[in-house]
């Protein structure tokens, strides 16, 4: 059974900084290109982050230099290291493969607020 499990969020100050772990069970992770998504309430699935098979990594500007993807395909998990977070980063966190054709996972919370 392909599954996705997104964890590690929470309440975290202005500033502040949060690890969150996508792992995936069912399928080899290895074999993907993989991506962090965001989604606010009431909008759309946003990407925050992306990831190749080789390593190579995409950020659209708005996290670029506060966010970073990994992978660790002896785990079969990939990781989102967020720094400097601010209260419009607040969302419902998400992974899924490059095509978005993975089943998703529940998501893991993340709120920014004093």
């Known amino acids: 059974q392909v599954q996705l499990v997104e964890s590690g969020g929470g309440l975290v100050q202005p500033g502040g900084s949060l690890r969150l772990s996508c792992t995936a069970s069912?399928?080899?992770?290895?074999?993907?290109?993989m991506k962090w998504y965001r989604q606010e309430t009431g909008k759309e699935r946003e990407l925050v982050a992306g990831?190749?098979?080789?390593?190579?990594?995409l950020y659209p500007d708005s996290v670029k230099g506060r966010f970073t993807i990994s992978r660790d395909n002896d785990k079969n998990t990939i990781y989102l290291q967020m720094k400097s977070l601010q209260p419009e980063d607040t969302a419902v966190y998400y992974c899924?493969?490059?095509?978005?054709?993975?089943?998703w996972g529940q998501g893991t919370q993340v709120t920014v607020a004093s």
């Open positions: 899924n493969n490059w095509t978005k054709d993975l089943p």
């Open positions: 069912g399928f080899t992770l290895s074999a993907y290109g």
């Open positions: 990831i190749t098979r080789l390593g190579n990594t």
